[in-house]
């Protein structure tokens, strides 16, 4: 029986737990100091608070106090359900207690970073400081469907492909699909940039929101499939430039994912108030003050990174008016225009 601990009790380390357990695995679920209150809600009768799902009875719920002792019990796997935010909080944490033992770790975190100036992915930067082979899941997974045993198509990348199979053994159960891939920054930018672009999508149901009613009671949905496009073009751009596979782009860490994402959610939430005229600081801080909105926190984060790569002609910025338009609307703060006629032809 294979031993696995995800640390960070939020909806998706969490409801991860499940194929996990399913499987066959022993499964210890250790909260940030930020879950608290979930542990407990999980100790009491195995419910998630936010999942409002019940967990299965191999995963056991631990304090954060309690990783040290967790980990000394043994790991075959350890994953990370942190917040981008947290990472370097789990780092902290995880270094003196993986000094020794080199569990391969597989990040549910999803966000890019700055590495001298280019974009770069959380995998590298974790494996420099554990020493642990690090790899990444993506592809489109609501934690509220897994949490429930909906089917599931996921994508598992690490650079070792025999590595890959013996986690694919861990996840092998009846409802979880995962498919394989070594295109580790490809599947890593693409699960960051979906979030990104879903904000420039998302704004489509928002100019329907202040458009004069008609009375054929038409949609947006051609609007919303034109944006829907050209975030594509974009991101394979971007991951081209860093060095992905296009065909990542085409599949369901890419394609898949960014489909899911534009359904609801957080990004597409924004997106739907940035397209019906607020800007961007109002908007989060009087309708979603207490929501993270991954999009605008990458935008936040290494949308310089990003204008500085535009500026030295690593990334071609005719290829992405999308993408400067939510820089503009995030970063500057001013209002988001859909730039039709720099769409490509």
Known sequence: MS???ILGAGVMGSAFSLPLADAGCEVALVGTHLDRALIEGVRKDARHPKLNALLPQGVRAFHHEDLATVLDAGADLVVLGVSSAGVEWAIDRLQPLLSSVKPPILMLTKGLIDESGRLGIFPTRVEAALGCPVGGVGGPCIAGELAVRRHT???VSFDDP???ARVLTML???YYHPRASTDLVGVEACAALKNFMALGIGAALGQLDISEPVDNKAQMHNHAAGLFNQALLELDHINGALGGDPATVRGLAGTGDLYVTVQGGR?????????AGWRYGRAKAERMAEDTVEGAELALSVGGTMLAM????ELDAARLPLSRAILRAVRDDEPFVVPWNDFAR
Do not use: E, F, H, Q
């Not at 535009?310 to 002609?313: A, D, E, M, P």
């Open 153 to 155: 198509g996921t994508v």
């Open 162 to 164: 025999a590595l890959i």
């Open 310 to 313: 535009i500026g030295r002609g």
């Open 3 to 5: 031993r696995v601990v």
């Open 172 to 174: 092998d159960a009846p």
């Open 267 to 275: 990004n597409s939430r924004m997106g739907r108030l940035l397209g």
